[in-house]
């Protein structure tokens, strides 16, 4: 859950904080998600962007070949980087 850096574990030190001073409760899990989904998604793609970004500019640079399929890699690090931060 802390992919997200600092501010992932502070999210998530929050809500066990919350759960045990049972300021919410384990039926209130839904709700919580749903509040916190909003910035994973920003922050990962955000990411993901930088990521294909990074790959697009190396490959066109001459840094690094990334071969013949190099769109569908860069297609995949961002995917997988939405989905890892989120």
């Known amino acids: 859950?802390?992919?997200g850096g600092n501010s992932g574990s502070q999210a998530t030190s929050l809500v066990i904080r919350a759960l045990a001073l049972r300021?919410?409760?384990l039926?209130?899990?839904?709700r919580v998600a749903l509040r916190e989904l909003p910035t994973g998604l920003v922050l990962g793609a955000?990411?993901?962007?930088v990521g294909v970004c990074r790959i697009t500019l190396w490959q066109y640079?001459?840094?690094?070949?990334?071969?013949p399929h190099w769109q569908l890699i860069a297609?995949?690090?961002?995917?997988?980087?939405?989905?890892?931060?989120?």
């Open 1 to 3: 859950m802390s992919s």
């Open 23 to 25: 300021e919410i409760g």
């Open 27 to 30: 039926g209130d899990w839904w």
């Open 46 to 49: 955000i990411l993901g962007v």
């Open 61 to 67: 640079l001459g840094l690094y070949d990334y071969g």
């Open 75 to 86: 297609a995949t690090v961002g995917a997988a980087l939405v989905g890892i931060v989120t």
